[in-house]
């Protein structure tokens, strides 16, 4: 695991720690943290970034995510739309417009309770799926014995973060002083008061950055969600999926071997539609890179190749098609 993780840090240079109440947020009123959420999963499975994990926070997590819904379910049923118009009104044709659409409102109400009460019970939000995938993607950091009591000694002895009669903020913080290793920074999203000057709460805690500067001789980046730590750290990935696609194109012209194009394919395959500009790399990719057309007659990814190059040809310029075909035997792209 440290081998692997000193090669993903020699080429980005990214340690990254979510606190749990930003995860929560997804399930309330929150704006566009799970579209944020979307992007953290697509710089994961491309290895853009470690997202350190203490099972501290996944227990958090999982603790916490019933309350959570349940505050969103309570804000949420309380919405209405008044029913109460005045005499002179109903003399009117868009009164009974109204009145329909009162009732339309009530009636999908009730339509969304009904769907939300099946999908909690079985995790199938759009926040769960999300957030499965980030903890699936992350690098756990187990909560071993030494950790449990430099955490509780550090609680005991007074010392930030924590709250009243809770290890967790000390756990976590114990977890993170434990696996970053000397001179890597780390990019921290919290908007939990504990890790937070309490003169400015748009910095860190003094007496725990400095803390980690000592021990690390590296910086500690704070940010209070997800959109300000996108906005400035990846202000170019506006759409997850096109950014995502633009990474494995990429990856692919660089392959180096044949089973990172297997890979790289593979996750290609999932995406119905390409740009022009993409499918130009793609077909210049899979001409000029030995460790792609080596293997054009391998199925997937002869097949792969073909089917993207099938659905776009209107786009294709002939003189590139005609390369492309003199390897992959596409015939004239018919599929006939």
């Given amino acids: 695991m440290d081998k692997e993780r000193e090669s993903k840090l020699s080429a980005f240079t990214m340690n990254l720690f979510i606190d749990t109440n930003i995860l929560l947020n997804c399930y309330h009123f929150s704006g566009d943290d799970l579209a944020e959420l979307n992007k953290l999963a697509v710089l994961l499975r491309n290895e853009k970034i470690i997202l350190l994990l ?30 109460q118009f005045p005499q002179l009104t109903k003399q009117y044709e868009e009164y009974k417009n109204m009145r329909d659409a009162i009732r339309t409102f009530e009636e999908n109400k009730q339509a969304i309770l009904q769907k939300l009460k099946t999908d909690i019970s079985s995790s199938e939000l759009k ?16 909560t071993t014995d030494e950790l449990y009591q430099k955490a509780k000694i ?14 967790g903020d000390a756990i976590n ?5 434990f696996s970053v290793k000397e001179k890597e920074e780390l990019f921290f999203i919290t908007d ?5 000057s309490e003169v400015d709460t748009n910095n860190f805690n003094p007496y725990l950055l400095a803390e980690w500067t000592n ?3 590296a910086p500690l980046t704070l940010f209070k969600n997800l959109t300000e730590f996108f906005s400035e750290r990846f202000p170019e990935i506006k759409l997850p999926d096109e950014y995502e696609k633009n990474l494995l194109i990429e990856q692919l012209s660089k392959s180096s071997n044949f089973t990172k194009t297997h890979s790289i394919l593979a996750q290609l395959s999932r995406f119905d539609s390409f740009s022009k500009t993409q499918v130009d790399d793609i077909i210049l990719a ?40 003199a390897i992959y035997n596409l015939g004239d792209g018919s599929g006939s």
């Fill in 192 to 196: 939990d008061g504990d890790y937070l």
């Fill in 54 to 83: 203490p099972d501290q926070v996944k227990d958090e997590f999982y603790r916490n995510r019933d309350n959570k819904i349940a505050d969103a379910l309570k804000e949420f049923r309380k919405e209405k739309l008044d029913r």
């Fill in 154 to 167: 550090r609680f005991d002895l007074g010392k930030p973060p924590g709250k009243k009669k809770s290890y």
């Fill in 127 to 142: 926040a769960d799926k999300t957030i499965a995938k980030l903890f699936l993607y992350a690098e756990g950091i187990p």
């Fill in 173 to 177: 913080w114990e977890a993170l002083l």
């Fill in 286 to 325: 899979s001409i000029s890179n030995n460790q792609i057309y080596w293997i054009s007659s391998d199925d997937d990814v002869n097949e792969t190749l073909n089917a993207i190059v099938r659905a776009h040809l209107d786009s294709i310029d002939p003189s590139l098609f005609e390369r492309f075909n």
């Fill in 215 to 217: 021990a690390k001789a």
